[in-house]
């Protein structure tokens, strides 16, 4: 087979893996969030020299079967508030309460941020539309600034009254009209005030998302990539940038995260699974519980939580990465959701920045080589880290530096611990026996003290941890998805409405290059239970009896077409063998200098084994292990860790 190439674009760094079956090639590039096509290059460009001995862009994309890509530009125009000023247009009465949605926003600044002005009314009565009231409504939101307008009345039957009306005044090839979204196009959903808030985010973060992803796509064309780059969305799955939306881009690099623990679940036959990845921003927490991930039926966008019609993983971020900043506040350690992100980034780094951060603290208790951070692009002055933390902790708190920094770590693998609990009480679910596996750039570094204070007795750090969201891309299939509520099911009647998706997917099928013969269906009653997506299978004339319990229910018809895989190796038996040490390192464990063993997981042999402590530390690798921890190499060359019994 050609390449499989997937891209994980994060915020503070671009992560990409590709592999033929045979050659292997992973690395980490800085995001340039000014401008994403660069780091987008950039690290297609990095791939090539790892595969070639040389930048080759066209040869790396000649060879390339399928390139996923998952970028952080919707997360990062949400977080920053950056995106395209929407108008609202609703029915009148609704402008102040939004058909409800108003309660949920809690003078969301968010909100405030994507609908400026304030929402017009529309006036629709026995099937008449009042036309000057409608141009008028839009003339005022034009004034007010707006790029964008999203209509969202009650009825499909109304905004196509809306539709016809605009695109007989602003017809779409002239220059000056505006771009509008009727909301009954995006999604199908009952809630009026949960589709309202999805459409205008969408519309929030469409112009951002399509001019960088064309951007990409065309730089993707102009090296020979033969077919289309595919967008890995934020239900798992993956298609072209013409059929993506915007709002299906926000959080998809974690879910890639998430995908890639389904496939490791199945591999170590862990029931549940808790994965955890910490990357330069933030620590995503999720699940995998009986082999599939957790799922939330309706999608939450941003801190403020603001709801959509989407289904989207359960995914819980907290402000704990690699750039997290660190404060004292009254004798205590505090820590983000602020980041310096990777420029300046930590002070170590050399660019200029003056708080501490955990990659200093790491840094100065010598798990981290400061000649070898990031394969060695990147050399680490621990002289700035030294100075930082002196001045910013260890007064502060009248403490050594060395003792700043064991409290320092003691209180982020302490806080991230209690986090992790409160996520799976919040969830109802025993860790038992359950496994945690690590990873993202950060993860593995603190593994070992946060599965240890979270109460976990293994941990699983994946071969490729630093890049396993990008990693975890490469087992999603080319998908979409159609959902039609259990209302409209019954004013229509089930044939209507399962023959209306089967046109819609084959169209959109055809749109991604895919004939009727290359797809497959999946036809599905689905629903929330306790707020969480529950599916069961659609059986004709039984809908009552598959949705009872359920909320939100509808007929979900998803169509596949299957996309090469990255393999996992088959778990065969091992021969146990003493690891070899490749060097010792003085670590500050407990504020205690000790000489410990340094491993590389990059060179181990599958049953390879040992005790902590013990270091793994490799060009984008690094893992403590604790005293009372044992680890092994499987024989998919990840590093098993356990309590000793």
């Known amino acids: 087979m050609g390449l499989l190439v997937n891209i994980d674009n994060g915020g503070s760094f671009t992560d990409a893996f590709a592999t033929d079956g045979e050659r292997v090639a992973h ?29 080759n862009l066209a040869k790396l994309l000649g060879e390339t079967d399928h390139l996923r890509y998952s970028t952080t530009s919707g997360t990062n125009a949400v977080v920053e508030h950056k995106g395209s000023p929407v108008g609202v247009m609703v029915a009148a009465g609704e402008e102040q309460g939004l058909y409800g949605a108003a309660a949920d926003l809690n003078d969301s600044s968010l909100w405030r941020a994507m609908v ?19 141009m008028g409504g839009i003339t005022a939101l034009i004034s007010h600034g707006v790029s964008r307008i999203v209509v969202a009345l009650p009825s499909p039957e109304d905004e196509a009254l809306v539709k016809a009306a605009v695109l007989e005044r602003y017809p779409r090839h002239l220059l000056g009209a505006i771009p509008v979204l009727f909301s009954h196009e995006l999604v199908r ?25 064309y951007g990409a796509e065309r730089i993707s064309k102009q090296h020979h990539l033969a077919s289309p780059m595919l967008i890995y969305r934020n239900d798992g799955d993956s298609a072209r940038v013409a059929k993506t ?4 881009t926000y959080g998809s690099g974690p879910r890639g995260g998430m995908e890639g623990a389904v496939a490791y679940s199945g591999l170590y036959d862990a029931s549940t699974m808790l994965a955890m990845d910490i990357g330069g921003t933030t620590t995503d927490i999720s699940m995998v519980v009986g082999g599939a991930p957790t799922e939330l039926a309706h999608g939450l966008i941003g801190d403020e939580e603001i709801p959509s019609s989407f289904a989207m993983g359960d995914i819980v971020s907290i402000g704990y990465g690699g750039s997290s900043i660190f404060r004292v506040e009254n004798g205590e350690i505090l820590i983000g959701p602020e ?48 100075s930082v933390i002196q001045q910013t902790i260890a007064e502060p708190l009248g403490q050594s530096v060395d003792q700043a920094v064991d409290s320092m770590i003691t209180a982020y693998e302490g806080q991230i611990a209690q986090h992790m609990k409160d996520v799976i009480s919040s969830r109802e679910l025993d860790i038992g026996n359950s496994s945690m596996l690590a990873f993202g750039g950060g993860g593995p570094m603190n593994a070992g003290g946060i599965a240890e204070a979270a109460g976990f007795k293994r941990l699983i750090v994946p071969a490729y941890a630093s890049v396993f969201s990008a990693y975890g891309i490469g087992f999603s299939d080319l998908s979409h998805h159609y959902r039609v509520p259990l209302t409209e099911v019954e004013a229509r009647g089930e044939a209507a409405v399962i023959a209306d998706m089967r046109t819609r997917a084959s169209r959109d099928m055809y749109g991604e290059g895919v004939e009727d013969d290359a797809w497959t269906e999946k036809l599905e009653v689905s629903g929330s239970v306790g707020g969480r997506l529950n599916s069961k299978p659609y059986v004709k004339g039984k809908l009552s009896k598959a949705g009872k319990g359920l909320g939100d229910v509808a007929v979900q018809l ?65 893992c403590l292990i604790r005293p009372g921890w044992s680890f092994a190499v499987s024989a998919n060359g990840d590093l098993i860790v356990e309590v000793q019994p």
Do not use: W
């Open 116 to 134: 400026p002005s304030t929402p017009v009314a529309i006036h629709i009565k026995k099937g008449k539309l009042d036309e000057t009231e409608l």
């Open 558 to 622: 998803t169509a596949t077409h299957a996309l090469q895989h990255l393999q996992l190796k088959p778990l065969s038996k091992t021969r146990s063998k003493p690891a070899t040490a490749s060097g010792e390192a003085a670590i500050n464990l407990g504020s205690e200098q000790i000489n410990l063993p340094v491993y590389s997981l990059k060179t181990a042999q599958p049953g390879d084994c040992g005790a902590g402590p013990a270091l793994f530390r490799d060009d984008y690798l690094t």
């Open 27 to 55: 690395i980490k590039a800085p995001t340039t969030p000014h401008d994403l096509s660069q780091c987008f290059v950039d690290s297609l460009n990095r791939l090539s020299r790892e595969l070639y001995g040389a930048e």
């Open 245 to 248: 939306t915007a709002i299906k």
């Open 339 to 386: 980041s310096v992100g990777a420029a300046p980034g930590p002070a170590c780094f050399g660019r200029g920045g003056t708080i501490a951060t955990i990659t200093d603290a790491l840094l100065l208790a010598g798990m981290i080589d400061p000649d070898n951070y990031l394969g060695g692009e990147l050399k680490l002055d621990k002289t700035l880290s030294e």
């Open 189 to 213: 959903d009952d809630n009026h005030g949960r589709r309202l808030l999805s459409a205008v985010v969408n519309s929030y973060l469409h112009s951002g998302m399509e001019h960088f992803l």
